[in-house]
Nanobody, 125 residues
Framework: QVQLVESGGGLVQAGGSLRLSCAASGRTFSMYGVGWFRQAPGKEREFVAAISQSGARTTYADSVKGRFTISRDNAMNTVFLQMNTLKPEDTAVYYC??????????????????WGQGTQVTVSS
């Protein structure tokens, strides 16, 4: 298991950008696939993006494709989510999650064993 801490959330105007960070503890972080999810009030937690343990493979939800970029720096034990051209509908609490995997990408919350506490992203119109 790894411990995860998100940061970088905040209030931004529509069209703006934010970069979220997910810092992990543990020496084997490079063996974990990582996903970003978000949850808006009254809605189910939804998949945003995922990255394989090496960073070679990524996948995105259709709603963020072309606007968000997931990346990782295993030397820093950190995964990033660069969010550009933000829209009010991107407003949510954003969570990162990790699961031990080699090469696979996962988009379901149940596939992940470790979760951070979340960081709020608010996009004003």
């Amino acid at each position: 298991q790894v411990q995860l801490v998100e940061s970088g959330g905040g209030l931004v105007q529509a069209g703006g950008s934010l970069r979220l960070s997910c810092a992990a503890s543990g020496r084997t972080f490079s063996m974990y696939g990582v996903g970003w999810f978000r949850q808006a009030p009254g809605k189910e937690r939804e998949f945003v993006a995922a990255i394989s343990q090496s960073g070679a493979r990524t996948t995105y939800a259709d709603s963020v494709k072309g606007r968000f970029t997931i990346s990782r720096d295993n030397a820093m034990n950190t995964v990033f989510l660069q969010m550009n051209t933000l829209k009010p509908e991107d407003t949510a609490v954003y969570y990162c999650a990790a699961t031990f995997s080699i090469g696979a990408l996962y988009s379901r919350p149940d596939d992940y064993a470790s979760w951070g506490q979340g960081t709020q992203v608010t996009v004003s119109s």
